[in-house]
């Protein structure tokens, strides 16, 4: 009988907070929105909006873009992200004032950043404030057209063996999955160009380089959800959002081959080298100067744990985006073929006018260029930016306190058919130059904007238009049956990619 009585006092309890939560909750966390006369959409405890994310039930891109076209007259409007109020920007003139006009304001992600129990976690993407600052100033440098033309020749190399590899494919009219070769040569070129190592990802597709990238995107939604809303759970308990096999092994593949280089006198032109600078100077001087000693005995140079960060976010942040945008472009051009045989015409006169393909070459195909920009505003990468407000503002009829989350709903934009009408029709043409002109500067932002932009944007278009003409000036692609239309996007991932893969019939020209 006592048992009973314990047992009945303990679920009495239980019931008892589980209430005061759920008032609290419902009463006191989610008023947020209702304080400030803000329209919202309705919450539910505990989780509030996002309980499609943390379910792994849909892409967060399309999971935003459905509220946006949903509510976006409303110009701005209130979600709950867990327990934090989340301001979800649907006006082009307020994107612009919290990306660049007020960057002050809005500087930081307000992500997970912890090296202490996360050294990867130390990079570009993830930093904050002051740091962040400092970061973005010594890495500006790295991504020169200057630096890109020396590397260029790593990524032509790569592009040879991707070209070679798909051969005999092509020779019996073979399908392939284009998306896991495409991630093998993306693989291939970061890892050269980050890490100076050959990786050899497109003949071995199941190499340690591979499996390791892989299992940094190998992420559950609820650990997504702590990484993005709640890195103070993460903090207090010591999660690090790299799992600890993934940062031992790039941080020692990083020492070794920087030790090598040093021991061995080797330069190589590419972005290890400059963060072996940067390590050793504090600085990179514009000529490579090797001679030159530190302008200042001010300046900080890099620690090896921080150089590795950001050769580690090169390379994770580089080799899934631009697969995918890759996979993409195909996928549209094999349904497309007037397209397709358009760009290659291109491909084909610019490669004979050059003589041969060069970084001049690839920056004469302004065609291919729309072609990528098209897909890009088709299916960004990256389907949603991401800010927090460090410091409160005054928006248009709108005050913003410090601490509030921003959600810039990008693939909502880039599919709002107010804006690019058909928006589901693939159409290079308006990337136009009179068509651009007529948008709103902020209605395209597949790298982001203003100072927070993506800063390896030209090193991204540079591997993409790589790895799409060497393919387009060799073989002709077909959509395979097994390859849906549409395509639907696997939904527990943060960049957007195909759910099924994209199966292509490659065929020789």
């Not at 890109?148 to 592009?159: A, G, P, T, V, Y």
């Not at 070794?256 to 600078?277: G, P, S, W």
């Not at 597949?446 to 100072?451: H, I, M």
């Amino acid at each position: 009988m006592r048992t009973k009585m314990v047992l009945a006092e303990v679920i009495g309890a239980f019931i008892v907070i589980l209430s005061i939560v759920y008032i609290y909750y419902k009463y006191v966390i989610f008023n947020f929105w209702r304080k400030r006369g803000i329209f919202y959409v309705k919450p539910v405890v505990p989780i509030g909006n996002i309980t499609p994310l943390v379910t792994g039930k849909m892409q967060v891109g399309v999971f935003f873009q459905n509220a946006y076209l949903k509510y976006k007259d409303h110009q701005v409007f209130g979600m709950y992200s867990l327990y934090k109020p989340n301001l979800i920007i649907a006006d082009l003139d307020h994107i612009r004032t919290v990306l660049t006009k007020e960057f002050k304001s809005f500087h930081d992600r307000g992500i997970f950043d912890n090296d202490r129990i996360d050294p990867m976690s130390g990079n570009l993407f993830f930093m904050p404030g002051k740091r962040w600052r400092n970061m973005r100033a010594k890495l500006t440098p790295t991504f020169t057209s200057d630096k890109m033309k020396r590397m260029f020749f790593i990524l032509k190399e790569c592009s040879e063996e991707l070209v070679k590899h798909l051969e005999s494919k092509a020779q019996v009219g073979e399908s392939v999955e284009i998306k896991d070769i495409f991630g093998r040569y993306t693989t291939d070129v970061i890892m050269s160009t980050a890490f100076g190592v050959k990786s050899n990802c497109i003949e071995e597709p199941n190499n340690q380089y591979r499996i390791q990238g892989k299992k940094y995107f190998d992420i559950t939604p609820i650990k997504v959800a702590l990484i993005f809303y709640m890195p103070q759970v993460m903090n207090f308990l010591s999660i690090p959002a790299t799992p600890p096999s993934v940062t031992k092994f790039y941080i020692n593949m990083f020492r070794e081959n920087m030790e090598y280089r040093k021991a061995h006198h080797i330069v190589r032109h590419d972005f290890m080298n400059l963060l072996i600078q940067l390590m050793e100077r504090g600085f990179i001087d514009p000529e490579d100067n090797k001679t030159i000693i530190n302008k200042s005995s001010n300046i900080t140079k890099l620690t090896m744990e921080e150089a590795a960060a950001q050769s580690f976010i090169f390379f994770a942040a580089g080799f899934e985006t631009s697969a995918t945008t890759m996979t993409f472009a195909l996928y549209e051009l094999a349904q497309q073929h007037d397209i397709q045989d358009k760009t290659r015409n291109e491909i084909d006169e610019v490669l004979t006018k050059h003589g041969e393909l060069t970084y001049d070459a690839v920056n004469d195909m302004t065609y291919l260029q729309k072609v990528i920009s098209e897909t890009l505003r088709k299916y960004p990468p990256v389907p949603i930016l991401n800010r927090i407000c460090t410091k409160e503002i005054e928006l248009p009829n709108i005050r913003v306190p410090k601490g509030t989350l921003i959600t810039i709903p990008l693939l909502g934009l880039h599919r709002d058919p107010s804006i690019y009408p058909d928006p589901d029709k693939f159409d290079p043409e308006r990337f136009n130059a009179d068509e651009i002109k007529e948008r709103h500067p902020y209605a395209y932002m597949p790298f982001g904007e203003g100072p927070r932009n993506c800063i390896g944007l030209r090193f991204g278009y540079l591997q993409v238009k790589v790895g799409l003409l060497s393919l387009l000036s060799k073989y002709k692609f077909k959509l395979h049956s097994q390859t849906a239309v549409p395509l639907t996007f696997y939904e527990g991932a943060l960049v957007l990619q195909p759910k099924s893969g994209v199966h292509l019939i490659i065929e020789p020209r």
